[in-house]
Each structure stands twice: as structure tokens, then as C-alpha cells.
């Protein structure tokens, strides 16, 4: 089993919409987690951290089930700019980060 | 402030061949990642360094395979000899220290590499 799954996608949502996806993870020892961006033939980005009690920045907005392993992003009134790959980010010790195979996000016009 | 550097951007060669993949962390970075991205697998771990030692290779695929970091400010990923199944993004990260719980790596453009 991957140490951490998720939707592939795409989810093609028109400009001003309400897109949300998941992750699931394996390693219930998890201490933290993250949401990562990747644009298309670019490097990874960190997006933002994901806090036990939830966490929004802007219009993003992250957040932690522990007792059935899923972290969810959410992203409301869709840019543009927002099309991207999205990865699913653990971190089941203190030094190595797991990366999700991403779930992909267009937005049109 | 310059970022993770890597080279080449690009590289074609054919099977068999040996490729040389170069690395400069963020100045200050005591922790170097190499990753590994391709369609199938997405995002994979191959090995990373700690002042300058190897911590965790246990995601090297195989002996063909090989990394070092001989000082704060260079490391290297080798394969040799090259075969089709390298074909991948291979991508270089670093972290200080202090930035582990913050969970931010910041990675390199990458080295896409394409082995005929």
C-alpha cells in the first residue's frame, strides 16, 4: 500500500467554483502534513501546513481527520491561476517527507 | 537569494552511458532531498543527506545508482550504467534544520533526463 493516496483527478471546474479533494495515509505514527503545488513542468511548491483543528489561508482552506487518516483541501471562488497539480504531503518521521501522486486541478474560463 | 541549483536541465543519452545529475543546496541548508518524479510513481525519496552524510538510501532502486555529497554545497547523483526505465524528472531539495516542522523542502527546477 502506498504511504499516501489520491485522487488523480483532473477536476475541471469553471472560474469561480468550489473544488475539494482528499488524501488518504498509512502511517497512523504521521506527525505532519502538508499541501504542495506543482505547476505544469515546474518544481514543487509548499502550499501550506495542515493543522489538527483546520486551517484556511485565503481562500484556501486545509483540513486533518487523524482517526481515518485523510487530509482534504478545499478551494473556494477558483482562479485561473489555481490550475495546477496538487500533492498530498506526510511526514511520518521527523526528516523524511512522503509525497502523494497529486491530483490535478484546471480551472476554465 | 539564489535557490536550490541543479544541472543539467536537460539531458538525452543513450542506454548504457553514465549520467552525472549536479546539486547546490540553499547556502545554510544541513539537510539535501534527491527525488525522483515520474507519471507512474510520482514523487519518490532516493536518498537524503545530513551535514553532508547519507541518512536514509534505502530508496535508491538499485546499484546502478549512486549519490554523494562531499561537501556542503555540491552533491552528485550517478547512474551508471543508464537504462530506459531512468527516464524521469529527478529533482534536488533542501531544508535547514530548522524548517522541519514547517515541513518546507525547496526544490530545484530539476533535471529531466531521457535515456534512448
Known amino acids: 500500500r502506498k504511504e499516501v493516496e489520491q485522487d488523480p483527478g483532473p477536476f475541471n471546474v469553471p472560474e469561480g467554483a468550489t473544488v475539494a479533494f482528499n488524501c488518504t495515509y498509512s502511517?497512523?505514527?504521521?506527525?505532519?502534513f502538508f499541501w504542495y503545488r506543482q505547476d505544469c513542468r515546474k518544481e514543487p511548491k509548499l502550499l501550506m501546513s495542515?493543522?489538527?483543528s483546520g486551517n484556511e489561508d485565503g481562500r484556501f482552506t486545509a483540513q486533518l481527520n487523524r482517526a481515518s487518516q485523510y487530509i482534504s483541501l478545499l478551494i473556494r471562488d477558483s482562479k485561473l491561476s489555481d490550475s495546477a497539480t496538487y500533492l498530498c504531503?506526510?511526514?511520518?518521521?521527523?526528516?523524511?517527507?512522503?509525497f502523494g501522486a497529486g491530483t490535478t486541478v484546471t480551472v476554465r474560463a | 537569494d539564489a535557490g536550490v541549483i541543479q544541472s543539467p536541465r536537460h539531458e538525452v543519452t543513450e542506454m548504457g552511458q553514465e549520467v552525472t545529475l549536479r546539486c547546490k543546496p540553499i547556502s545554510g541548508h544541513d539537510y539535501l532531498f534527491w527525488y525522483r518524479q515520474t507519471m507512474m510513481r510520482g514523487l519518490e525519496l532516493l536518498i537524503y543527506f545530513n551535514n553532508n552524510v547519507p541518512i536514509d538510501d534505502s530508496g535508491m532502486p538499485e546499484d546502478r545508482f549512486s549519490a554523494k555529497m562531499p561537501n556542503a554545497s555540491f552533491s552528485t547523483l550517478k547512474i551508471q550504467p543508464s537504462e530506459p526505465r531512468d527516464s524521469a524528472v529527478y529533482f534536488c531539495?533542501?531544508?535547514?534544520?530548522?524548517?522541519?516542522?514547517?515541513?518546507?523542502?525547496?526544490f530545484g527546477e530539476g533535471s529531466r533526463l531521457t535515456v534512448l
Open positions: 531539495a533542501s531544508r535547514a534544520g530548522t524548517s522541519g516542522r514547517t515541513g518546507e523542502l525547496f
Open positions: 502511517n497512523s505514527a504521521s506527525q505532519s
Open positions: 495542515v493543522y489538527s
Open positions: 504531503v506526510v511526514r511520518p518521521n521527523d526528516y523524511k517527507l512522503s
